[in-house]
């Protein structure tokens, strides 16, 4: 996971540890290192430029040249900063003071939607709760079949109505969730390849027949700067209260993972690392700082 980056990071870090005191152009030279590795990462333009900004505002100061191990103190205030860009984020699912709690995926076609609907019911359901799948992705009858055999896979019921209106099936899910016992429904919905209209409508439709206390996008890491575009387009028309952000695993430079915050105000709450039903792990910056930054 974002190997590149961190390489470079590392780098620029280890050459500074071996210069002992550190004058002004020493952090200036090591933020130049920053800002490309940033870069190369994928991470958005106007992000890069304000973190290195921040960190280079907070490094000159005398405090931090003049202490004992001042290069130390350097890569402290950029894995404070890091941590700040990515932060706010609980990982948690605010769980409805009266069932059912009604969790709605959106995303882009092949982002990891009904993977992640089956992670998160898995996820919920060693936590004890009672989740219900519910296939609302009707242009597909292959993503139907797909969340059946997921849950059954996990033992999780699997509420369908086929072709039905997605909007018509999303709302009956709660009816059967009330009458069944199920504490929480996890809506899996259709994807296109683009953001158009049509998909909007759709997912507006559905949001307002259900009042979702979640909408989570399902965005694919790999995609870098495309993932933050599409949050942005979604957050500003559907309203987001989170992101998943999926096949971290394969991602090389981490591009997403540190703008989406930044650009979009958007937290992520989960990540995705991997395909199996287990590989879903509640998002924590200063973690993911540690992870760059070794
Ligand atoms: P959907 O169209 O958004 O519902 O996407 P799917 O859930 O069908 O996922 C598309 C593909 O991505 C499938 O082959 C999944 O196994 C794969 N996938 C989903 N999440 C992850 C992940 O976190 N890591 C990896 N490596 N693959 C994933």
């Known amino acids: ?97 009266k069932p059912p709690t009604v969790i709605m995926l959106i995303g882009l076609q092949g982002a990891g939607k009904t993977t992640h609907a089956a992670k998160l019911a898995n996820m919920l359901k060693k936590q004890g709760k009672h989740p219900l799948l519910v296939a609302c992705d009707i242009y597909r009858p292959a993503a139907i079949k797909q969340l059946q055999v997921l849950g059954d896979q996990l033992k999780v019921p699997v509420f369908s109505m086929g072709q039905d209106n997605p909007r018509d099936i999303a709302k009956a899910s709660i009816v059967h969730a009330n009458q069944n016992g199920q504490d929480v429904v996890i809506i899996d919905t259709a994807g296109r390849l683009h953001i158009n209209e049509e998909l909007m409508g759709e997912l507006r439709d559905i949001k307002s027949s259900v009042k979702p206390h979640e909408i989570l996008l399902v965005v694919d890491a790999m995609t870098g700067q495309d993932a933050v575009n599409v949050a942005e387009s979604f957050h500003s028309d559907l309203g987001l209260d989170g992101v998943i952000l999926t096949k971290l695993d394969g991602d090389t430079r981490g591009g997403a993972a540190l703008s989406i915050k930044a650009v979009t105000g958007c937290t992520i709450k989960f990540v995705g690392i991997g395909e199996k039903m287990d590989a879903i792990e509640s998002f924590h910056p200063d973690r993911m700082a540690s992870r760059i930054l070794g």
């Open 1 to 97: 996971m974002f190997q590149g980056l961190s390489e470079k990071l590392q780098e620029t870090f280890k050459r500074l540890k071996g210069k002992g005191k550190l004058k002004e152009a020493d952090v200036s030279e090591a933020m130049r290192e920053v800002r490309v590795a940033l870069l190369e990462a994928d991470v958005n333009f106007k992000v890069v430029k304000d973190f290195v900004a921040k960190v280079k505002e907070r490094s000159i100061g005398q405090e931090v040249l003049e202490s004992l191990s001042p290069a130390q103190h350097v890569i402290k205030i950029v894995h404070e900063e890091m941590i700040e860009l990515m932060g706010g984020a609980t990982g948690k699912i605010l769980i409805a003071s």
